[in-house]
């Protein structure tokens, strides 16, 4: 069978490990057949077609471990403010602060000391998801896809909470996210904040998603650190999700974990992502976020929780003992003022972890060296995630967080989900500094190439059979439409 050879000149097969200087790829179908020197595969496969990459660097394709796609509708979002004295204003989220004629962002328009509670509800609940409709989310999903896939991302996964859009959300999406060509993991955010009944709704929207994108493939199976494990068969499936310890009572949790038991699917959560969760759960339980969850005997390989942002050593052992999944948002977290995940002690300590945007910036990128640079900074010590680790969580720990069985590394078999990007940099790279210079000198604009399950989806730099214009004037219909809300 033809195939096609990828030939740069490094290659990053398995992320972490030293990168491979004069090697290629060939690929057959959706997969991955065979890694080697470039000129053996010139030898061995002469039939193939080439894909010439020089001065270029293949990897794997980055994973959004977690995002929320609608997000991009908040973007600049006017929002009302009370002054000091008393009278309503009018602010822009994203805005610079501090220079004369400014007026602070809505982040800080919320916060309190409880940051994360008014952020929810003074902002972002009334006046984001509460009004999300399934156009709105369409919108906001199909540009940020193409942006996502230009900047080297082949799979995420995407949670929305709109209250209001139920039911149907789910599968809206999902056809856009199928006519993209990109590996997605959709999910709602079942909440009980509006009501129960509503509750009970976003959670029949996971459920029924799964059955429907899942069909008879679907299964529970144990890989060897016996968590669960999803099958790439199809680009577009989905989980089980709920929002958090504070707007879902304990019996509304152990039904989604059961009901995702059913199903053999990873559950959702955010969890402590400020110090309002813990100090909620401290009040309400008498015990902190994932002591709570490991009384309730749901803490387990089929829970996957983002933020993790205000835990304690405690927390960090419960998690690594029960096997919970971790995916990290480091620039976000700052946004929001939630604080500075423990991630080097839960990477010490064997947790999988992955990297996400959180729908805030989602340049992979940028995203990485956050996480490159902000736990250095933290620590004190410059030794702290150094970039072949960052690299690792951006694309195998991701896809291992999600249960993605077979992506984030390029090695037979493996699914063919990869990028490539521009390595010709003002000093020589080599296999001792490439991940640290592409790390922190490349951003999307780089990427030169994407494949998704051995499709092209990126030539060039410039995403194929996408009008980018037309999608932003969609998105900007869709966020007039919001914006007039408030």
């Known amino acids: 069978m033809t195939g096609t050879l990828i030939l740069p000149d490094w290659l990053i097969d398995v992320p972490g490990e030293p990168p491979k200087r004069g090697w290629g790829m060939r690929v057959v179908g959706p997969v991955v057949d065979a890694v080697g020197p470039r000129e053996e595969l010139r030898r061995l496969f002469p039939e193939d077609h080439i894909w010439e990459a020089p001065g270029q660097a293949l990897s794997p394709g980055f994973v959004d471990a977690h995002t929320h796609l609608y997000g991009l509708l908040a973007h600049g979002i006017p929002v009302l403010a009370r002054s000091e004295t008393g009278q ?78 139920l039911p149907g959300c789910l599968a809206s999406q999902a056809e856009v996210v199928a006519a993209r060509g990109i590996r997605g993991i959709l999910s709602f955010e079942a909440t009980e904040r509006v009501s129960k009944a509503n509750g009970q709704l976003g959670l029949r929207e996971n459920l029924e998603f799964i059955r429907a994108r899942h069909g008879d493939e679907r299964r529970k199976t144990k890989d060897e650190s016996a968590s669960f494990v999803l099958r790439p068969s199809s680009l577009v499936s989905g989980l089980m999700c709920f929002h958090t310890t504070f707007t879902c009572s ?80 480091p620039l976000s977290n700052c946004e929001v003022g939630g604080g500075i995940a423990p991630i080097p002690d839960l990477l010490a300590a064997g947790v999988t972890v992955g990297l996400g945007s959180d729908g805030y910036i989602t340049d992979m990128f940028e995203i990485m060296r956050g996480a490159f640079l902000i736990h250095k900074a933290h620590r004190q010590d410059t030794a702290t995630m150094p970039a072949h680790q960052v690299w690792r969580l951006a694309t195998e720990g991701g896809a291992q967080a999600l249960g993605l069985e077979r992506v984030g590394r390029l090695a037979p078999g493996w699914q063919a989900d990869l990028q490539l990007i521009d390595a010709v940099f003002p000093t020589p790279a080599t296999a001792g500094n ?53």
């Open 88 to 165: 309503s204003e009018r602010s822009e989220t994203g805005q610079s602060r501090g220079g004369e004629g400014d007026q602070p962002s809505a982040s800080t328009l919320t916060s309190t000391s409880s940051s994360g509670w008014s952020f929810l509800s003074d902002f972002w609940w009334p006046m984001v998801e509460d009004r999300l409709d399934h156009e709105m989310i369409c919108a906001a999903t199909d540009l940020n896809l193409a942006q996502m896939v230009r900047g080297g991302v082949t799979s995420f996964y995407d949670c929305t909470e709109a209250p209001n859009a």
């Open 250 to 329: 304990a019996e509304f949790i152990k039904q989604a974990f059961e009901l995702a038991a059913s199903e053999g699917v990873l559950v959702h959560m955010h969890a402590a992502e400020s110090r309002f969760e813990p100090e909620q759960a401290l009040e309400n339980f008498g015990m902190r976020t994932f002591e709570y969850y490991d009384r309730l005997g749901v803490a387990g390989p089929a829970m996957q929780a983002s933020q993790c942002v205000q835990i304690t050593p405690a927390e960090i052992e419960i998690i690594a003992r029960r096997g919970v999944r971790v995916t990290h948002m």
């Open 434 to 486: 490439l991940y640290e210079q592409l790390l922190l000198y490349r951003s999307r604009s780089h990427v030169r190439g994407v494949m998704v399950a051995g499709q092209v989806r990126v030539r060039d730099g410039q995403v194929l059979n996408v009008d980018e214009a037309a999608l932003r004037a969609r998105v900007h219909q869709a966020a007039d439409r919001l914006w007039r809300k408030n």
